[in-house]
């Protein structure tokens, strides 16, 4: 089986001492794509020396987090800007907007993902789209961009089937990592209700590891568990949700 993690954090702190190790893990366990979103210009370097050693395996967004959306936020739009003129990239992202942490920020929030969506329009990227105690804020904002050319994922999707469905709507695939194992997770009592063509898979890692490994670090060997509980909610042979979800993300960045 091919699978593919569509969110990674592979150049966290958290992987400093093994990382290697943990590449082969996931390797192993038939991880061959690893798509690793920006948080800001502090991690763009890093990003880079990641690709140069996995240039198969490692493919790069490019943008703002939202909970890094702070006064010297222009500076790092114009980062992101930059480093898109200079390069390709496979998606505008992690972009959107987080009022979990901290609301002080949310019109400059607003500006940044505004802008952030108008680069990928311009580049013909995909969006992967943070969204955090934020959906009717996020979804304000799409109904005003919405179009063929707005297209992405709804990372770590963890709201109601309407929610689903509006995100859908957007041309939005539903990013699903390790929240589906959680007993209170609840989007496995609604999912088998979404057709796959519009799922694809990721892990978040450092974060958000699945059960059996909730509350530990999470590293994209993981995403077996995200699988198996997936072929568990849709009845479905595993094999066969992972050749559906990594051909979604071929088709999504372009691969």
């Known amino acids: 089986m091919i699978l593919t993690d569509t969110h990674v954090h592979l150049y966290s702190e958290a992987f400093d001492e093994d990382r290697a190790d943990m590449m082969q893990r996931a390797m192993a366990m038939g991880v061959e794509r690893f798509f690793v979103p920006a948080i800001d210009s502090t991690y763009t ?19 703002l987090h939202p909970t890094h959306v702070k006064e010297n936020y222009r500076e790092e739009l114009k980062h992101v800007e930059e480093q898109l003129q200079q390069r390709s990239f496979y998606a505008v992202g992690e972009i959107g ?14 500006e940044a993902f505004v802008y952030q969506i108008r680069l990928a329009k311009q580049y013909g990227l995909p969006i992967v789209i943070h969204s955090r ?3 009717n804020e996020i979804v ?5 961009e919405k179009g063929d050319d707005l297209f992405g994922i709804f990372h770590c999707f963890t709201g ?3 929610q689903a469905k509006k995100a859908i709507g957007y041309n939005m695939k539903l990013g699903i990592g390790g929240v589906i ?19 694809v898979l990721e892990t978040d890692a450092p974060y958000l590891a699945p059960v059996p490994y909730r509350g530990k670090r999470n590293e994209s060997a993981y995403l077996k568990e ?5 072929s568990e909610v849709y009845g479905i042979e595993a094999a066969e949700i992972a050749a559906i979800t990594t051909q979604n993300a071929k ?3 372009g691969i």
Request: aromatic share 16%; glycine share 4%.
């Open 45 to 63: 370097q890093s990003m880079y020396e990641l690709e140069a050693h996995y240039p198969d395996k490692v493919f790069l967004m490019m943008g």
């Open 97 to 110: 907007i987080d009022l979990y942490w901290d609301k002080t920020f949310l019109p400059q929030q607003q």
């Open 133 to 135: 105690d934020s959906f």
């Open 140 to 144: 304000e904002i799409l109904e005003e």
């Open 160 to 162: 109601t089937l309407e």
């Open 181 to 199: 194992t959680f007993k209170n997770g609840k989007i496995d009592q609604f999912l088998r209700e979404i057709g796959l063509e519009h799922i």
């Open 226 to 230: 995200v699988l198996f509980k997936l």
């Open 251 to 253: 088709d999504l960045f």
